[in-house]
C-alpha cells in the first residue's frame, strides 16, 4: 500500500525530530565529561542512599550550601537504618539552614520506609522508589538515573530551562511542569540506559553551569549551533511574570530563627525564650503553630518545645 502524502509528511517530521534530538546528546555529553563538577554524590563510593541524600538536599538549595551538610549527614547516617532508628528531631537538627525543613523529616520517613520495607536498601524499582513517603516523580526519576543507571525523564529546573530554550526556543520554562515539558524530556531521552543516565546528568549540570536563569554563557554552550532559542535572536520572554523567592519578614523567616533556638538547645525550650526571636506576637505565634503543625516542633506540658522526638 502506497504511504498517502500526510504520511509520508509525518514521517519526515518524525525522522527530522529524531535527528534532531540525537544531534544533542554527543556534544552535550562530552562536555559533561570534561566540565562535570567532582560532587561527592557523583562519586562511586557514594552509593544510592548517598544520591537520595543529596536530591533531597538540592531541591531549592545551592550546592555549595548543601556540601558541608551533606558530609555531615552521610558521616552520622551512612545508610537508611542509621537514620532510621535516631529520632526525627535529629534530622531537623543536623538539617541546620538549608532550609524547606520539612524535606529532613520526609527523608527521615523515606529512611525508615526503606529499612522496614526493603532490608535497609534503598530499592532500584522506580514505582518502589515512587511509593517511599516523601518521594515524588522527579526524585524516584532521580535517583532510579543517578543511582543506578536506568533510563527516565529527570526534570528538574535546570533541566526544563536547558529543554524550554533548546528545543521549544523560549527564554524561560512554565512556572509548573506541564505534560508537554514531560512528553518533550521522554522524547529527548537517548533510547539505551548508560546513555539515557548520563544524558540526564549532563544536561542537568549544563544548566546549572552554562544555562543559566539570569546569564545564559551561550559562548561556552555544547550545543549553541543547534539551540532554538539562540537561533530566533534570543527573543525576550513573554509568558507568566516569573516566581520571585521572598524571606525577609516572611512567616518562612520566624519558623527558621524558631527551629535556630531548638536545634541549638540540649532539651526543651520554654515558650519565653522562643518568644524573643521575634517581636510580632500574632506573627511569631502564626509561624509557631506552623511548625508544630507540620511536625517540626513537639509541645510538651508547662509550655515547653522541642525538636521532634518520635
Avoid at 525523564?153 to 514531560?182: K, M, Q
Avoid at 535572536?233 to 523567616?253: E, I, V
Wanted: a positive charge.
Amino acid at each position: 500500500m502506497t504511504a498517502s502524502p500526510s504520511q509520508t509528511s509525518a514521517s519526515r517530521t518524525s525522522a527530522s525530530h529524531a535527528a534532531a534530538t540525537s544531534a544533542l546528546h554527543s556534544p552535550v555529553i562530552a562536555w559533561f565529561d570534561e566540565h562535570a563538577r567532582d560532587l561527592p554524590w557523583r562519586r562511586p563510593e557514594a552509593g544510592p542512599w548517598g544520591v537520595m541524600v543529596s536530591e533531597f538536599m538540592l531541591q531549592q538549595t545551592p550546592v555549595s550550601r548543601v556540601l558541608p551538610v551533606y558530609e555531615q549527614w552521610l558521616a552520622r547516617w551512612p545508610r537508611p537504618a542509621d537514620l532510621a532508628a535516631d529520632a526525627p528531631g535529629e534530622a531537623v537538627r543536623t538539617w541546620g539552614r538549608l532550609g524547606y525543613p520539612r524535606r529532613a523529616l520526609r527523608l527521615h520517613g523515606a529512611a525508615r520506609a526503606i529499612t522496614e520495607r526493603h532490608g535497609g536498601d534503598v530499592p532500584r524499582d522506580h514505582a518502589q522508589l515512587l511509593a517511599l513517603p516523601g518521594i515524588g516523580e522527579y526524585t524516584a526519576a532521580a535517583v532510579a538515573s543517578f543511582a543506578y543507571g536506568q533510563r527516565h525523564a529527570v526534570l528538574d529546573t535546570n533541566v526544563r530551562r536547558v529543554f524550554a530554550r533548546a528545543s521549544t526556543g523560549v527564554e524561560y520554562p512554565p512556572n509548573a511542569t506541564t505534560a508537554a515539558e514531560r512528553r518533550l524530556a521522554r522524547a529527548l531521552l537517548p533510547p539505551d540506559e548508560d546513555t539515557a543516565a548520563r544524558w540526564a546528568a549532563a544536561s542537568m549540570e549544563l544548566g546549572a553551569l552554562v544555562c543559566t536563569a539570569k546569564s545564559p554563557d551561550c559562548d561556552r554552550c555544547p550545543v549553541a549551533g543547534l539551540c532554538a532559542w539562540r537561533l530566533a535572536g534570543k527573543p525576550a520572554h513573554d509568558g507568566p511574570p516569573r516566581r520571585g523567592q521572598t524571606y525577609a519578614g516572611t512567616d518562612r523567616q520566624v519558623r527558621g530563627k524558631l527551629l535556630a533556638v531548638l536545634r541549638d538547645a540540649v532539651g526543651a525550650v520554654p515558650r519565653a525564650v522562643l518568644d524573643t526571636v521575634w517581636d510580632e506576637p500574632v506573627q511569631r505565634a502564626r509561624a509557631l503553630d506552623g511548625l508544630v503543625s507540620d511536625g517540626l516542633v513537639e509541645p510538651l506540658e508547662g509550655g515547653l518545645y522541642r525538636l521532634p522526638q518520635t
